[in-house]
């Protein structure tokens, strides 16, 4: 079963430093695309960016560029989304997901929220 | 960057309702434009990919058309596991629509 299972909830204070992970399995992990997307409460999906675990080429949205980092360890088929300092703002859901064709996301997460709070 | 406006925002429907729900893209597309379904607290759903194209398991009710600049998701016969939040997204920006809520009517 292709499957992508995402860390746990994660509260963080302000200014803090969080990396959340996403661990594939199920499929070759280095041949697809791996996306996040934010959602923060009762709000839409937002796209933040992607990366190919086969080569860590990484693109972002650029809401969201030089303010989170995305990243993978192929050998252990896991990418993630990190933050140097949280803002109370950054108090969101946050999925992964398989990408596809560049764009479209298949299989997901099921989410890992974020709460920065002082 | 190409903006996608969805429509309606809201939609009140009743089972067996045939629903309709567009997406316009500020710049042509082509057919690079995806259809998810979200439940509350559960992650997206992909339904349609490509515009037209049914993703593996969704049932056929669904289906995605258009080309271009607009597009539409049509449920033929809404059901009750159809109540959710439908989202389109563009394969330029990779950016979603707002979101469509689809309520019982």
């Known amino acids: 079963e292709v499957q992508l299972v995402q860390s746990g909830a994660e509260v963080k204070k302000p200014g803090e430093s969080l990396k959340i992970s996403c661990k594939g399995s199920?499929?070759?992990?280095?041949?697809?695309?791996i996306g996040w997307v934010r959602q923060m409460p009762g709000k839409g999906l937002e796209w933040m960016g992607i990366?190919?675990?086969?080569?860590?080429?990484?693109r972002y949205s650029p809401s969201f560029q030089g303010q989170v980092t995305i990243s993978a360890d192929k050998s252990i088929s896991t990418a993630y989304l990190q933050w140097s300092s949280l803002k109370a703002s950054d108090t969101a859901m946050y999925y992964c997901?398989?990408?596809?064709?560049?764009?479209?996301?298949?299989?997901w997460g099921k989410g890992t929220t974020v709460t920065v709070s002082s | 960057d190409i903006q996608m406006t969805q429509s309606p925002s809201s939609v009140s429907a009743s089972v067996g309702d045939r629903v309709t729900i567009t997406c316009r893209a500020s710049?042509?597309?082509?057919?690079?434009l995806a259809w998810y379904q979200q439940k509350p607290g559960k992650a997206p759903k992909l339904l349609i990919y490509?515009?037209?194209s049914l993703q593996s398991g969704v049932p056929s009710r669904f289906s995605g058309s258009g080309s271009g600049t607009d597009f539409t998701l049509t449920i033929s016969s809404l059901q009750p596991e159809d109540f959710a939040t439908y989202y389109c997204?563009?394969?330029?920006?990779?950016?979603f629509g707002g979101g469509t809520k689809v309520e019982i009517k």
């Open positions: 997901a398989r990408t596809i064709a560049y764009y479209y996301m298949d299989v």
């Open positions: 199920g499929y070759s992990f280095t041949s697809y695309w």
């Open positions: 990366i190919y675990p086969g080569d860590s080429d990484t």
């Open positions: 710049q042509g597309i082509s057919s690079w």
């Open positions: 490509a515009a037209s």
């Open positions: 997204q563009q394969a330029n920006s990779f950016a």
